[in-house]
């Protein structure tokens, strides 16, 4: 092999190698994605994550309400829609005060575990989910009712038994115990 040949085989491969890198680092984590200010560690579970993301106070507030810290905190592992505060604000004036009263705790507990799934599902599990089903396709929440997983745009969208939509705005943010999908609307069973 001559040293021109050489040189152009190891550019090949160079070339090759660098077209395969970004659908390889499509999947890795990033190191400390910040979610509401604050950088979600993948050292921490899902509750020692959420209670610093000022984003979600109103889920950290309403998950304590319905006394699932110790199951978020737990080995899963789960992935979560988490809704945003402004999610929670999409919701009629009044309906997180209600929920929140324990006398609501179930009501709350089932429309805050119809946002949890079994597994570790990254965004491209999802988006693979949903080309399996020629588009979309359902996954079982913990709740038990199904949830419709799409791609619009690139981005993981979700569809709840009322036909309530919500896009995944945050994706693939990994915990100790799962993953967390920053979404922009709260999901209803």
Avoid: C, W
Avoid at 170 to 178: E, F, L, M, R
Wanted: hydrophobic letters at 45%.
């Amino acid at each position: 092999m001559t040293l021109t040949t050489s040189r152009l085989l190891a550019a090949s491969v160079l070339v090759l190698s660098l077209a395969a890198a970004p659908a390889a680092f499509a999947e890795m984590p990033m190191k400390d994605p910040m979610v509401g200010g604050a950088a979600m560690y993948p050292t921490k579970n899902i509750v020692e994550n959420a209670v610093n993301s000022k984003d979600h106070t109103t889920l950290v507030a309403a998950v304590k309400a319905a006394g699932l810290v110790e199951t978020l905190s737990g080995p899963g592992p789960f992935t979560v829609f988490a809704p945003t505060n402004e999610a929670f604000g999409k919701l009629p004036p009044g309906t997180v005060d209600t929920l929140v009263k324990p006398e609501n705790k179930a009501t709350l507990t089932k429309i805050l575990t119809y946002h949890v799934v079994p597994g570790r599902l990254s965004a491209a599990d999802l988006m693979k989910t949903a080309k399996m089903g020629m588009g979309k396709n359902t996954i079982t929440t913990v709740e038990g009712e199904p949830l419709t997983v799409s791609v619009k745009s690139g981005k993981v969208s979700l569809t709840d038994s009322k036909g309530g939509k919500s896009m995944v705005t945050i994706a693939n943010v990994y915990q100790s115990n799962g993953v967390i999908h920053v979404v922009d609307t709260v999901l209803m069973p």
